[in-house]
């Protein structure tokens, strides 16, 4: 049933890129668990041992804030149609900001889409797969853009307003630090 494997395979690049949607999982020590569902064309394969996701602004700032006291994450992707198939990606993770040096060359890896708030850096460590024989089948019918009209009505200040309003502390009252490092 389950495999491990110490990198990605071309046979699960291939599968994580026809995929329309992962879940990212991120804790502290003491705070919540938060996994989020992410869409829309937001997740690259660097190599066989990296990923990258583009982190849209919404309603919560979990992941930033978990990463930047606790690096752990784990992405999820299963699948919906054809052969099933469950994939994890186990590693350590980091939080790229606008202001950080390496924002531009990373944020250069994705069609540019409204609301860019963050920039998740994953270095696997762990690879496993396991059946999902228990998933269900959905049909993709194509991506909401209600989340991108949103952030184009908002506009860069707006959003940035957003952030300092609504996304510089966890649920858990931990700081995401997104203003200070997006400046």
């Not at 209600?146 to 858990?172: F, M, P």
């Amino acid at each position: 049933m389950g495999k491990q494997y110490e990198s990605l395979s071309e046979s699960l690049v291939e599968f994580i890129n026809e995929q329309k949607i992962f879940f990212v999982g991120t804790a502290t020590a003491d705070s919540r668990v938060n996994v989020s569902p992410k869409g829309m064309d937001t997740l690259r394969v660097l190599n066989d041992k990296r990923v990258i996701w583009l982190n849209l602004t919404g309603s919560g700032n979990e992941s930033a804030a978990h990463v930047q006291l606790s690096p752990r994450m784990t992405i999820l992707f299963c699948a919906f149609e054809g052969p099933p198939l469950i994939l994890r990606l186990y590693g350590t993770a980091r939080v790229v900001h606008h202001g950080d040096d390496d924002w531009e060359a990373l944020f250069s890896q994705f069609k540019p889409l409204p609301g860019a708030r963050q920039i998740f850096d994953l270095a696997i460590d762990l690879v496993q797969t396991s059946c999902g024989m228990a998933v269900p089948y959905f049909s993709h019918m194509g991506d909401r853009e209600l989340l991108s009209d949103w952030a184009v009505k908002k506009g860069d200040e707006g959003l940035k307003q957003y952030w300092e309003d609504k996304n510089q502390i966890s649920l858990d009252g931990i700081p995401t630090h997104i203003v200070a490092k997006s400046s």
